[in-house]
């Protein structure tokens, strides 16, 4: 049997509160197109996630998941871990249970630098070979790590360091 709702309630009052609450919470950034949300290249993840990263005062840890067609499978990126002023630590599990949770055929890890920065760390590079090999282990690939700097960006595809 199923439940009675109160008169004038339904499912969809409920998601229409949430949407309400969504819309009118802090400014983020318009969705994206599905042509806008087609990932070729570092340059196309660097115009994606600019207004995310913009807006961060503190270093943020994200992943783009993909979809078998190079797709960011959502409007926006998932967050993994929000850090203090310059670090964030980032841990294999996480990303990956988010990665397997969205349906990811690959992902792309991006993280922002608030110095503005986007030259790779010494801990960016490690973190980038664990879960390169943590990909490969669950057959989900990292395509690249980028780090968004002010107004410009550093892709480990690119420099050759994945």
Known sequence: MGRKRPPGSSPKGSLGA??????????APPPNSLEQTLIRSPRDVF?????????????VFWILALDAQS?????????????????????????FRAAIVSGAAGIIVVHNHPSGDPKPSADDRAVTQQLVAAGRLLDLPVYDHVIIGRSTYASFAELGLL
């Open 18 to 27: 949430l949407r309400l609450i969504r819309e009118t919470g802090s400014a």
């Open 47 to 59: 115009v994606f996630m600019q207004p995310h990263a913009e807006r961060e005062e503190i270093e």
């Open 71 to 95: 797709r960011v499978t959502f409007d926006s990126p998932i967050v993994i871990t929000r850090g203090i002023l310059n670090s964030s630590l980032v841990h294999p599990r996480e990303v």
